[in-house]
Every structure is written in structure tokens, then in C-alpha cells.
């Protein structure tokens, strides 16, 4: 009996009405009318809810570990267990105090999007496959093209993140400068580990690729990147790419990118700039000024998923020309050939390690053409604003003390009071229980960082959805839990 009552419930969802994988017109409705219910309800009421609910590994495998299943079950009762039990584990990147790492709130019209581009089932290999989306995938990046300043010569693709778009910078850098032997790659001692990653992968050896120091502002030092290219070539080395930050993840610095442009040039050395955090600045005023130079790039990398509020997967790389891309990655491919479509209809397995790939453009424009541009340009230049509105908060205070200015949407700074004469070890671990009981006991979520040795606190504010009122009780969560370590110290 319980058997025939389970059965009818399942067969109410579509599962078990009939063989095979198909569903009902019907039944795919109500999946998808109640997965949204499910969504909208998480972020209506996400405000209220901590940014990060984690768990433990044993719990989860008591939780879900299990075979597959012979015979289906309500595929809405999958789906609320998704919603409920599984999703939720983690860390709330678009929660408005949701300021560890680089989070981003994502638009709903993106969302939808991603949707649409899964259910159409595209493989945007090629122009065959996918002349839409491939068109589609044209507007935007020449949308960033100009955004950037590039010349009509640059063009690029989409991809997953900054990983993809520095080895494929990278990759193009080295077929550029001939593939040389004894090669190397320059970047910050501030730059992100995937450009270390990638020079590793598309053959730098790891002693062959210089960190070079940076400057009171955790930017590249211009004379030390100088004397490291110098130094290399008179030993016989070969510089293949320079790497600068356009927003380095830790601090948000960037580095000198006219003066880089000018050394590059000079020097026949491809540049790179990562730009995956700070390049959408551009589209404001203030951004506009603080990139300036980034234009003289060979390369550029940017993630739409973090200051362009969109969904993962939205990565993107430019290149000054396109031609550079095209002679890296082009490979001819039997089975492939009936692709062909004519002059002028390219082919983006043609741009990058990718065949298979999804229509990752769409959520771009489909987000653009809703809104406009300027609601994103307020949304970039308030998460600016707010950022120098809190360092303004920390240094008039009495707890708190920043250890470099606001940058981007990046404040570092620590409990680091005027009253207390506290060692470097003594802050350190002062700073790191405070950081704990953020993560614990308040609704916030906050990273660290090292600066120079300096164990530092660290707010990313980077969401559309983040008031004032946020980032203010949460430095003063910082502040109060700041005081009571320092008393339990003193006592």
C-alpha cells in the first residue's frame, strides 16, 4: 500500500509517468515554475540569513553518499533537497555582508539566461553550431573592446574565469616571441596564483617565473621588474610576458600600467594585464582614470562574475589582435571541416583551449539590454564609494587602524589600537580571533591577507546589493570583538 502511494506521488511529478528521460510540457512547467519559486524565495529572504552555513565532511557523506538509484522519485522533491539541503552549504556570495574573497551579486535577468542557454543545449565551438550565439558573443566583447579603448584590431572570447583567460594570454604570448627556450614571465609578488599557474602549464619553468617586489602600495616596482628584464637577458633568458594587476585580489592595488606599457614596448615584451577584479571600473569616471594605460595592453583578462554582476561562469579575454589568439589556438580538425562557413564567420575553438563551450555572452547582454549601462556604472561606483567610507570609518577610530589606503572596493586593515602597546605577534593573533568570531557568531563573511608579513583583515565590497548599513555594523562587530580580545589579553 505504501509502495502504490509513493508511485502515484511520483508519478505526479513526471518521473514515473512513463520511460525514458522525457517529461511532460506540463509537468517541465511546473518543475520550472517551482525551481524559481524555490530561488526567488532563497534571495528574498537571504538579507536575514548568515553569508556563510558550512559543514563538515562526515556529516555530508552520512548525509549523501549513496548509490545511484535504479528507479526515479519526484524530481520536485530532488530539487527541494538541492534547494535545502545542499546549496545552501557554503558561502553566500551574493549576501549583501558577504565581503571575504571577491563575492558578486548576480542579476536575475542572468540567471535566466544561463537557464535559457543550458535548456537551448549550444555547444558555441563553432559558427555552425552556433551562428547566434556566436554573433552574440561578437556585440559583447566589442562592447568591451570600447569600453577598454582597444582598437578595431582587438577581439577575444569568453571564458571560464581568469584562470582560462591568463593561460590562453600567456599561451599567445609565448607563440608571439617564437616559442622561445629559456623562457620567462614577470609578475607582481601581489599577482593572483593562476598567473603562476598558467606560466607553469604553458611551459615557464617555476624558477624561471620573477615575482618581483612592489612599492608602499603593494604595486609593481618599475626599477626592480627593469633590473630582473636586464639581468635575464645577459644571462641568456628569453622575457616572454609581463603580468600586471588591474586590481590585485588581496589589496586591489594597481600597478603602473603607462609606465609598463612604456618598458614593454620598448623591450619587445608582451603585456598582460590582469584585470579579472578591476577591469569593469572602466565603464565609470573614476575607473576610467585609475586604468588608464591599460589600453597599450597586448592582453587583457576580466570576469564579468565579479564588478559585472553576473552569474559564474562569465570570464573573458582581450587581446590588442585578435590575430595572436587565432595563430595560438587554430588547429584543423577532420572531423570539424564540414564548420566551414565562409570568410568572416569565426570559429571560437579557433580562440582558445575550449571545443565544447556554453553560450557564456548571453547573460552579458541579456543583463545589459534589460538595465542599461548606467545602473551598473552606480552599482561600480557605489561599491567604491563605500569602500573609501569605510576606510574613512577605520582611521577615526580608536580600535582600528588601516594598513594601506582603499582600493577599488579592498580595504586592509586590523584591531590595531592606539591605547594598547601590542607586539606584531600579539596583533596577529588579536586579529586572527577576531576573524574567527566574525566567521562564528556575526552574520558577516571576511577574509585575511598578509601584507609584507603583516596579517591583515580584509572587506571586498563589490555587491550591488550592499548598504551602508552593512559594511558600518560590520566594522563595528570587528571593533567589539577587537576590544574583548585586547581586555582578555590585558587581564
Request: hydrophobic share 45%.
Amino acid at each position: 500500500m505504501a509502495r502504490e502511494k509513493q508511485e502515484k506521488q511520483h508519478a505526479g511529478s513526471g518521473v514515473e509517468a512513463h520511460d525514458g528521460l522525457q517529461m511532460p510540457p506540463e509537468v517541465m512547467l511546473e518543475l520550472a515554475n517551482k525551481t524559481a519559486e524555490l530561488i526567488v524565495e532563497r534571495i528574498k529572504h537571504l538579507p536575514e540569513e548568515q553569508a556563510w552555513d558550512g559543514e563538515f565532511k562526515k556529516e555530508l557523506e552520512d548525509q549523501l553518499m549513496e548509490d545511484p538509484p535504479e528507479h526515479g522519485s519526484s524530481a520536485l522533491e530532488v530539487l527541494e533537497r538541492a534547494a535545502k539541503e545542499i546549496l545552501p552549504l557554503g558561502a553566500r556570495l551574493d549576501h549583501p555582508r558577504s565581503f571575504a574573497f571577491i563575492p558578486s551579486a548576480p542579476t536575475w535577468p542572468g540567471v535566466l539566461a544561463d537557464f535559457m542557454a543550458s535548456a537551448y543545449q549550444i555547444n558555441q565551438c563553432t559558427w555552425l553550431t552556433s551562428s547566434g550565439g556566436s554573433q552574440m558573443e561578437l556585440v559583447v566583447i566589442d562592447w568591451m573592446r570600447r569600453w577598454l579603448g582597444y582598437p578595431d584590431t582587438a577581439g577575444g572570447l569568453m571564458t571560464s574565469g581568469g584562470s582560462a583567460a591568463s593561460l590562453e594570454a600567456l599561451v599567445a604570448a609565448r607563440e608571439s616571441a617564437g616559442a622561445p627556450e629559456r623562457g620567462t614571465v614577470y609578475m607582481s609578488e601581489q599577482s593572483h596564483s593562476a598567473l603562476v599557474r598558467a606560466a607553469r602549464i604553458m611551459g615557464i619553468k617555476p624558477d624561471h617565473v620573477r615575482m618581483i617586489k612592489t612599492d608602499s602600495l603593494f604595486r609593481m616596482d618599475m626599477e626592480k621588474l627593469i633590473r630582473s628584464v636586464a639581468e635575464d637577458r645577459a644571462a641568456g633568458f628569453n622575457p616572454v610576458a609581463v603580468c600586471a594587476n588591474a586590481g590585485a585580489a588581496s589589496t586591489g592595488a594597481i600597478d603602473p600600467l603607462p609606465a609598463l606599457a612604456d618598458f614593454c614596448e620598448a623591450e619587445g615584451i608582451w603585456l598582460h594585464v590582469d584585470a579579472a577584479y578591476g577591469g569593469f571600473t572602466v565603464i565609470t569616471e573614476q575607473g576610467k582614470e585609475l586604468l588608464s594605460g591599460i589600453e597599450r595592453a597586448d592582453s587583457i583578462g576580466l570576469d564579468a562574475h565579479k564588478l559585472l554582476f553576473q552569474p559564474y561562469e562569465a570570464g573573458c579575454l582581450l587581446v590588442k589582435d585578435l590575430s595572436t589568439l587565432e595563430r595560438a589556438f587554430a588547429v584543423r580538425h577532420d572531423i570539424l571541416q564540414d564548420t566551414v562557413w565562409g570568410a568572416n564567420h569565426p570559429n571560437f575553438a579557433d580562440r582558445g583551449l575550449q571545443l565544447s563551450r556554453s553560450v557564456r555572452a548571453l547573460k552579458i547582454w541579456v543583463s545589459v539590454k534589460t538595465f542599461g549601462l548606467a545602473p551598473f556604472r552606480n552599482a561600480i561606483s557605489r561599491s567604491m564609494e563605500l569602500a573609501a567610507r569605510a576606510e574613512a570609518h577605520v582611521r577615526n577610530n580608536e580600535t582600528l587602524g588601516m594598513l594601506i589606503p582603499a582600493s577599488l572596493g579592498i580595504i586592509c586593515f586590523r584591531v590595531d589600537p592606539d591605547h594598547a602597546d601590542l607586539d606584531e605577534e600579539s596583533l596577529e593573533r588579536i586579529n586572527r580571533k577576531v576573524l574567527a568570531r566574525v566567521f562564528w557568531e556575526d552574520r558577516a563573511l571576511m577574509s585575511s591577507t598578509l601584507l609584507r608579513g603583516k596579517f591583515s583583515l580584509r572587506l571586498c565590497i563589490v555587491n550591488h546589493t550592499t548598504s551602508w548599513d552593512d559594511v558600518r555594523e560590520t566594522l563595528e562587530a570587528i571593533e567589539r570583538f577587537g576590544n574583548e580580545a585586547i581586555s582578555e589579553r590585558l587581564e
